[in-house]
Protein backbone atom coordinates (compact mmCIF):
# COMPACT_ATOMS: atom_id res chain seq x y z
CA UNK A 1 0.00 0.00 0.00
CA UNK A 2 1.25 3.44 -0.34
CA UNK A 3 1.92 5.26 2.76
CA UNK A 4 -0.19 7.85 1.86
CA UNK A 5 -3.82 6.10 1.95
CA UNK A 6 -5.38 5.06 4.85
CA UNK A 7 -7.93 2.82 3.20
CA UNK A 8 -6.89 -0.83 3.52
CA UNK A 9 -10.02 -2.95 2.43
CA UNK A 10 -12.23 -2.38 -0.32
CA UNK A 11 -15.72 -3.96 -0.21
CA UNK A 12 -17.22 -3.60 -3.63
CA UNK A 13 -20.53 -4.47 -5.07
CA UNK A 14 -21.36 -7.63 -7.37
CA UNK A 15 -24.31 -6.84 -10.32
CA UNK A 16 -23.99 -3.40 -11.94
CA UNK A 17 -21.07 -2.83 -10.41
CA UNK A 18 -18.22 -5.08 -10.90
CA UNK A 19 -20.37 -7.85 -13.31
CA UNK A 20 -22.53 -5.82 -16.03
CA UNK A 21 -25.49 -7.94 -16.20
CA UNK A 22 -28.15 -5.59 -15.03
CA UNK A 23 -30.31 -7.11 -17.72
CA UNK A 24 -30.08 -10.50 -17.16
CA UNK A 25 -31.01 -9.54 -13.70
CA UNK A 26 -33.64 -7.99 -14.52
CA UNK A 27 -35.10 -10.91 -16.31
CA UNK A 28 -34.89 -13.21 -13.54
CA UNK A 29 -36.74 -10.91 -11.57
CA UNK A 30 -39.61 -10.75 -14.08
CA UNK A 31 -39.33 -14.46 -14.36
CA UNK A 32 -39.50 -15.62 -10.76
CA UNK A 33 -42.71 -13.47 -10.55
CA UNK A 34 -44.37 -14.81 -13.30
CA UNK A 35 -43.97 -18.15 -12.07
CA UNK A 36 -46.66 -16.52 -9.00
CA UNK A 37 -48.86 -15.03 -11.55
CA UNK A 38 -47.85 -11.59 -12.12
CA UNK A 39 -47.04 -10.87 -15.64
CA UNK A 40 -46.18 -8.20 -18.25
CA UNK A 41 -48.35 -6.31 -19.43
CA UNK A 42 -50.26 -5.89 -15.89
CA UNK A 43 -50.21 -3.17 -13.62
CA UNK A 44 -49.28 -5.63 -10.84
CA UNK A 45 -46.14 -6.56 -13.00
CA UNK A 46 -45.20 -3.16 -13.33
CA UNK A 47 -45.73 -2.12 -9.91
CA UNK A 48 -43.39 -5.19 -8.91
CA UNK A 49 -40.87 -4.32 -11.18
CA UNK A 50 -40.68 -0.66 -9.90
CA UNK A 51 -40.36 -2.65 -6.13
CA UNK A 52 -36.92 -4.38 -7.59
CA UNK A 53 -35.70 -1.32 -9.19
CA UNK A 54 -36.34 0.29 -5.89
CA UNK A 55 -34.40 -2.37 -3.99
CA UNK A 56 -31.76 -3.13 -5.88
CA UNK A 57 -28.68 -4.21 -3.73
CA UNK A 58 -30.89 -5.69 -0.98
CA UNK A 59 -30.97 -9.19 -0.47
CA UNK A 60 -33.28 -10.87 -3.38
CA UNK A 61 -35.39 -13.14 -0.55
CA UNK A 62 -36.22 -9.80 0.89
CA UNK A 63 -37.17 -8.07 -2.21
CA UNK A 64 -40.03 -10.63 -2.76
CA UNK A 65 -40.82 -10.64 0.53
CA UNK A 66 -41.65 -7.06 -0.50
CA UNK A 67 -43.82 -7.82 -3.76
CA UNK A 68 -45.51 -10.84 -1.85
CA UNK A 69 -46.36 -9.10 1.69
CA UNK A 70 -47.46 -11.98 4.29
CA UNK A 71 -46.85 -14.87 1.88
CA UNK A 72 -43.34 -16.73 2.64
CA UNK A 73 -44.44 -19.23 0.77
CA UNK A 74 -45.11 -16.95 -2.53
CA UNK A 75 -41.55 -15.08 -1.66
CA UNK A 76 -39.16 -18.41 -1.23
CA UNK A 77 -40.94 -20.12 -4.15
CA UNK A 78 -40.25 -16.79 -6.38
CA UNK A 79 -36.56 -16.53 -4.85
CA UNK A 80 -35.61 -19.90 -5.86
CA UNK A 81 -36.88 -19.55 -9.28
CA UNK A 82 -34.86 -16.14 -9.22
CA UNK A 83 -32.21 -18.27 -8.60
CA UNK A 84 -32.27 -20.87 -11.17
CA UNK A 85 -33.02 -18.37 -13.83
CA UNK A 86 -29.90 -16.24 -12.96
CA UNK A 87 -28.20 -19.22 -13.06
CA UNK A 88 -29.29 -20.53 -16.25
CA UNK A 89 -28.53 -17.26 -18.03
CA UNK A 90 -25.31 -17.24 -16.59
CA UNK A 91 -24.22 -21.13 -18.05
CA UNK A 92 -25.99 -19.57 -21.47
CA UNK A 93 -24.28 -16.27 -21.76
CA UNK A 94 -21.53 -16.39 -19.71
CA UNK A 95 -20.50 -13.18 -17.72
CA UNK A 96 -18.29 -10.27 -18.16
CA UNK A 97 -17.05 -8.02 -15.82
CA UNK A 98 -17.36 -4.44 -16.08
CA UNK A 99 -14.44 -2.92 -18.26
CA UNK A 100 -11.81 -1.43 -16.27
CA UNK A 101 -12.97 -4.06 -13.27
CA UNK A 102 -9.99 -6.65 -13.52
CA UNK A 103 -7.28 -3.75 -13.85
CA UNK A 104 -8.98 -2.05 -10.75
CA UNK A 105 -8.73 -5.40 -8.83
CA UNK A 106 -4.87 -5.88 -9.88
CA UNK A 107 -4.31 -2.52 -8.52
CA UNK A 108 -5.77 -1.98 -5.42
CA UNK A 109 -4.54 -5.76 -4.58
CA UNK A 110 -1.19 -4.16 -5.69
CA UNK A 111 -1.44 -1.47 -3.28
CA UNK A 112 -1.70 -4.29 -0.25
CA UNK A 113 -5.75 -3.22 0.02
CA UNK A 114 -7.70 -6.21 0.95
CA UNK A 115 -10.81 -6.86 -1.45
CA UNK A 116 -14.20 -8.05 -0.24
CA UNK A 117 -17.02 -8.80 -2.88
CA UNK A 118 -20.64 -7.85 -1.09
CA UNK A 119 -24.12 -8.84 -2.86
CA UNK A 120 -27.71 -9.53 -2.27
CA UNK A 121 -27.22 -13.03 -4.25
CA UNK A 122 -27.75 -16.16 -2.48
CA UNK A 123 -24.16 -18.13 -0.87
CA UNK A 124 -24.75 -20.80 -4.22
CA UNK A 125 -25.59 -17.87 -6.60
CA UNK A 126 -22.60 -16.09 -5.40
CA UNK A 127 -20.15 -19.16 -5.53
CA UNK A 128 -21.02 -19.75 -9.24
CA UNK A 129 -21.04 -15.94 -10.10
CA UNK A 130 -17.20 -15.99 -8.64
CA UNK A 131 -16.18 -19.22 -11.00
CA UNK A 132 -17.64 -17.99 -14.45
CA UNK A 133 -15.59 -15.17 -13.85
CA UNK A 134 -12.73 -16.86 -12.58
CA UNK A 135 -12.09 -14.27 -9.36
CA UNK A 136 -11.43 -16.93 -6.90
CA UNK A 137 -8.16 -15.88 -6.55
CA UNK A 138 -8.46 -12.49 -7.15
CA UNK A 139 -10.43 -11.30 -4.07
CA UNK A 140 -9.64 -11.74 -0.31
CA UNK A 141 -13.21 -12.17 0.78
CA UNK A 142 -16.90 -12.62 -0.63
CA UNK A 143 -20.26 -12.24 1.22
CA UNK A 144 -23.68 -12.41 1.00
CA UNK A 145 -26.31 -11.43 3.51
CA UNK A 146 -26.38 -15.03 5.02
CA UNK A 147 -22.59 -14.44 6.01
CA UNK A 148 -23.34 -11.86 7.95
CA UNK A 149 -26.92 -11.75 9.13
CA UNK A 150 -28.54 -8.70 7.52
CA UNK A 151 -28.16 -7.82 4.20
CA UNK A 152 -28.06 -4.07 2.58
CA UNK A 153 -28.65 -1.59 3.13
CA UNK A 154 -27.78 -2.71 6.66
CA UNK A 155 -24.19 -2.15 7.36
CA UNK A 156 -23.64 -5.98 8.62
CA UNK A 157 -21.36 -7.18 5.15
CA UNK A 158 -19.15 -4.66 4.95
CA UNK A 159 -18.58 -4.89 9.41
CA UNK A 160 -18.20 -8.93 8.66
CA UNK A 161 -15.86 -8.08 6.25
CA UNK A 162 -13.51 -5.99 8.41
CA UNK A 163 -13.38 -8.52 11.13
CA UNK A 164 -13.08 -11.31 8.92
CA UNK A 165 -10.13 -9.83 7.45
CA UNK A 166 -8.90 -8.34 10.44
CA UNK A 167 -8.97 -4.68 9.38
CA UNK A 168 -8.38 -2.44 12.64
CA UNK A 169 -10.76 0.90 12.12
CA UNK A 170 -13.79 1.28 10.01
CA UNK A 171 -12.05 4.29 8.74
CA UNK A 172 -9.88 2.10 6.89
CA UNK A 173 -12.57 0.97 4.86
CA UNK A 174 -13.78 2.54 1.02
CA UNK A 175 -17.09 0.70 -0.40
CA UNK A 176 -18.20 0.92 -4.29
CA UNK A 177 -21.53 0.37 -5.23
CA UNK A 178 -24.45 1.19 -8.12
CA UNK A 179 -27.64 1.31 -5.62
CA UNK A 180 -28.88 3.43 -2.85
CA UNK A 181 -28.42 0.25 -0.70
CA UNK A 182 -24.89 -0.15 -1.26
CA UNK A 183 -24.32 3.70 -0.01
CA UNK A 184 -26.51 3.37 3.06
CA UNK A 185 -24.74 0.19 3.90
CA UNK A 186 -21.24 1.92 3.46
CA UNK A 187 -22.42 5.23 5.56
CA UNK A 188 -23.57 2.93 8.00
CA UNK A 189 -20.59 0.70 8.65
CA UNK A 190 -18.56 4.40 9.07
CA UNK A 191 -16.31 3.87 6.02
CA UNK A 192 -14.37 6.93 4.51
CA UNK A 193 -14.76 6.27 1.39
CA UNK A 194 -18.44 5.45 -0.12
CA UNK A 195 -18.82 5.74 -4.14
CA UNK A 196 -21.28 5.78 -6.24
CA UNK A 197 -20.61 4.21 -9.58
CA UNK A 198 -22.98 5.01 -12.58
CA UNK A 199 -22.67 1.85 -14.51
CA UNK A 200 -25.58 0.32 -12.93
CA UNK A 201 -29.30 0.98 -11.91
CA UNK A 202 -29.30 3.92 -9.88
CA UNK A 203 -28.74 7.93 -10.16
CA UNK A 204 -26.75 10.49 -9.23
CA UNK A 205 -29.44 11.70 -7.27
CA UNK A 206 -30.46 8.53 -5.48
CA UNK A 207 -26.31 7.43 -4.81
CA UNK A 208 -26.23 10.78 -3.11
CA UNK A 209 -28.97 10.43 -1.07
CA UNK A 210 -27.69 7.21 0.38
CA UNK A 211 -24.88 8.12 1.34
CA UNK A 212 -22.25 8.38 -1.45
CA UNK A 213 -19.66 10.47 -0.77
CA UNK A 214 -18.35 10.46 -3.90
CA UNK A 215 -19.65 10.10 -7.60
CA UNK A 216 -17.44 7.97 -10.24
CA UNK A 217 -18.27 6.76 -13.80
CA UNK A 218 -17.43 3.02 -13.12
CA UNK A 219 -15.17 0.62 -10.94
CA UNK A 220 -12.63 1.63 -13.37
CA UNK A 221 -12.07 5.18 -11.05
CA UNK A 222 -12.23 3.28 -7.92
CA UNK A 223 -8.34 2.92 -7.34
CA UNK A 224 -7.40 6.04 -8.10
CA UNK A 225 -10.20 7.94 -5.57
CA UNK A 226 -8.98 5.37 -3.00
CA UNK A 227 -5.07 6.15 -3.25
CA UNK A 228 -4.92 9.58 -3.89
CA UNK A 229 -2.47 11.05 -2.22
CA UNK A 230 -4.20 13.26 -0.25
CA UNK A 231 -7.06 11.53 1.86
CA UNK A 232 -9.21 14.80 1.90
CA UNK A 233 -9.83 14.68 -1.43
CA UNK A 234 -11.00 10.63 -1.22
CA UNK A 235 -13.80 11.94 1.00
CA UNK A 236 -15.13 15.21 -0.92
CA UNK A 237 -18.59 15.19 -1.62
CA UNK A 238 -19.35 14.71 -4.84
CA UNK A 239 -17.32 14.97 -8.46
CA UNK A 240 -18.31 18.36 -10.51
CA UNK A 241 -18.43 16.09 -13.61
Known amino acids: MTSASPIKLACLDLAGTTIGDIAMVERAF ?13 GA ?52 PVPGTVEALEKLRAAGIKICIITGF ?7 VLSVVGWMDKVDLALCPEDAGRGRPWPDMVLTAL ?4 IGDVREVAVAGDSE ?5 GSRAGASIVAGVLTGV ?11 TKIIDSIADFPSLVLDSDPAKAAVATSSR
Open 181 to 185: SDMLC
Open 163 to 166: LRLR
Open 202 to 212: HSRERLLRGGA
Open 45 to 96: YARAMVHVHRSRGCPKIEVFRGIFPGNEAQAQAANLTFERSYEDAIDRAGLL
Open 30 to 42: AEAIATQGIVPGT
Open 122 to 128: SRNTLGR
